[in-house]
């Protein structure tokens, strides 16, 4: 369970934090940052309490109070805080999965968009946003995910995703592709595949109950967001994917935790081996 955090206050200020931020991403689907009556009683979140009662590892309760997500959570934000002062700059989100992120969508996260306290934290992500950051990224079928997605990519903030603003983020992508050699699909015949996937209601237009009624937002957002992602999927070999989807009883969300926490523990058993082997010293990290 949490007994681990037992020792450590800083570890258990993350703790909660990241239980905080999980809640509010799921039951406040106002983006209010103020869970209503309402809110409450159309979540998860009281079954999920009440089921904490009977259950007596943490481990087993997914959403929101896992001690594993929120180790996996902990570690990738430190592996981007280089300086560990708890926040996050652009240089910083850059690096992400090997610099996934298009420019452009980097400049948009840090606004007001999808962040709140940007003046309060001097321009910097704070860990509770990315929290949120994570969880969009990991499970873009999510309904905050999706929402989360489209303001971003909404560059006008009209409302509804315009053939300007998809062209302006895929030639971004096309760009690094190319200075990579990776053949890249046109503007042209990109927009042409999206807009048969999304099939929208207003040609050439697409609002965000398009992408909420389908079932192919992660495809659609990959395309734009994570290039890395994109090209994973563009380069997979479908029946080597299928055997490798993981427990079909989990989402997007719960896989990427489950393979990311059993690489992490892995490789810090490596690391306390090494050390130990050589040095006869035990590893000293965070948590990861």
């Not at 209010?32 to 590892?57: M, N, Q, W």
């Not at 509770?128 to 989360?148: C, G, M, N």
């Not at 990109?190 to 389908?214: A, E, F, H, W, Y």
Request: glycine share 4%; aromatic share 12%.
């Amino acid at each position: 369970g949490l007994a681990i955090l037992a020792d450590t206050s800083e570890f258990q200020a993350r703790y909660v934090e990241t239980v905080i931020a999980r809640i509010f991403f799921t039951v406040n689907r106002s983006w209010s940052e103020r869970i209503s009556a309402g809110e409450l009683k159309r979540s998860t979140f009281l079954t999920v309490l009440a089921l904490l009662e009977t259950e007596p590892d943490v481990n087993q309760v997914m959403e929101y109070f896992s001690y594993e997500h929120f180790y996996v959570i902990y570690c990738k934000f430190w592996e981007l805080d280089t300086d560990h002062d708890l926040f996050i700059d652009k240089s910083d989100l850059a690096r992400y999965n090997d610099h996934a992120l298009p420019p452009i969508l980097i400049q948009r996260i840090f606004s007001e968009t999808v962040q709140r306290d940007l003046k309060k934290n001097e321009g910097r992500m704070s860990y509770r946003d990315f929290v949120w950051f994570l969880l969009a990224d990991e499970d873009k079928q999510h309904p905050t995910s999706i929402e989360y997605w489209f303001r971003l990519m909404d560059l006008d903030g009209d409302g509804v995703l315009s053939m300007y603003e998809m062209e302006r983020v895929y030639e971004q992508q096309v760009r690094r592709m190319e200075r990579r050699g990776i053949e890249t699909l046109s503007v042209e015949d990109c927009l042409c595949q999206i807009l048969d996937m999304v099939k929208p209601r207003v040609s050439n237009k697409i609002g965000l109950r398009d992408i909420k009624r389908t079932q192919v937002a992660t495809l659609f957002f990959n395309t734009f967001v994570n290039l890395e992602k994109y090209l994973e999927y563009e380069q997979r070999d479908p029946f080597a994917a299928k055997e490798n989807e993981g427990d079909p009883e989990l989402n997007a969300w719960e896989r990427f935790c489950q393979r990311t926490y059993d690489r992490l523990i892995a490789e810090e058993q490596l690391a306390e081996d090494y050390l130990g082997e050589v040095f006869g010293v035990r590893a000293e990290g965070p948590l990861c």
